[in-house]
């Protein structure tokens, strides 16, 4: 919002008078340039800004996430990231590993950051605060779409194809959900309608300190990492160190797998849980899984080995993390020490790889 428009709605919430048309007259001219408001009392100064939207707490908030209670609402919010995703899949040139299919967590939800299309680019992004989609392109065109309950996945679907279709943006997408619980197509689902915007806010917050602390962890590692990354087939938030060796090809590895796990990988993750798993947790596995890595210590304490797929999986619930005196700390413990678990024992230079 332009420094005046904000000044001028400030003003209009406090009483008329000329002290008020004065005081909008010297806050214009001096407050930008931090000169001192002559005549001005503080308590004047403060009532007329806009007030600070962020809590004054350094604490690392983690509100509850209860699958049971949102269950509805995440496979709806799912389909959605699903269609969004495949047409970020279809649009944008291949990168290795898939890196080119993800979302990325951002201020206000999730985006798909600046896709190519003909001489100009556009963008895809779930606003979890004021519950929009918004597609944005350089042309300086717009639309948006609303995100309530009762939006059912048809609507969503044919909404942002015709949004695409008004900016000129012409896209194909397989338009079915991909290794998901539900098999209706995306135009035809009228089951999925399920949308509370506070339970997808909370979800999206712990996205945010979860994709702060990854991104702090990647920086202690000098080799290949793929950015902190959302896929959306599983939406899982994601970052991935690589060895830097090369991986014989399994035959029967499907297309996916066979760029996924093209090379040695320690990989970690958060999601929210689904019908395996019945709670969010954070997670780390070895690809491929050494011989007695679930014999190896984690931390913190609640942290544990369990099988996944006939591998060991290091696996942290996020309630106990919650519970943690301090939870930015003993999740950081977790990937560090999930991360020395498979380095050591697929002899990975841990040394040489360790930023200093």
Known sequence: ????????????????????????????????????VPGIKQKQLNEAMPQNPIPDTSEFELPPLPLAEWEATKDTLHLYLQ???????????????????????????LTTGPIPYKFYTFEIDFDFIDHQLRINTSTGAQEEIKLQDGLSVSEFYTAVMKSLDVLGIKVEI??????????????????????????????????TVTDEVMKEFSGHFYGKTCPVQFYWHHIDLTVTRFSGKKLPVREDASLVERNAYSH??????????????????????????????????LKPKTASWVDSNGSPMALLPY????????????????LESAYQAGA??????????KVR
């Open 319 to 334: 309630e106990d993390l919650r519970k943690e005196e301090n939870p930015r700390q003993a999740l950081l413990h977790f």
């Open 83 to 109: 269609i969004v995703g495949k047409i970020r899949l279809t649009l944008m040139p291949p990168l290795n590993h898939w890196w080119h299919v993800t979302l990325y967590v951002n201020a206000r939800g």
């Open 1 to 36: 919002m332009p420094f005046e428009e904000s000044l001028h709605k400030c003003l209009l919430k406090a009483s008329p008078g000329p002290e008020n048309t004065s005081l909008y007259l010297v806050l214009h001219q001096n407050l930008k340039t931090n000169r001192p």
């Open 264 to 297: 040695e990988v320690i990989s970690f993750g958060f999601w929210p849980g689904d019908d395996k798993v019945q709670f969010p947790a954070f997670y780390s596995y070895t690809y491929p899984s050494p011989e007695g890595i679930d014999k190896e210590p």
């Open 344 to 353: 050591k024992l697929a002899d990975w230079p841990i040394e040489d790889l």
């Open 174 to 207: 397989l338009a079915k959900p991909y290794d998901n619980k539900s098999d209706i197509p995306f135009a035809e689902d009228h089951t999925h309608a399920t949308y509370h915007a506070d339970q997808v806010n909370a979800y999206w917050r712990v996205l």
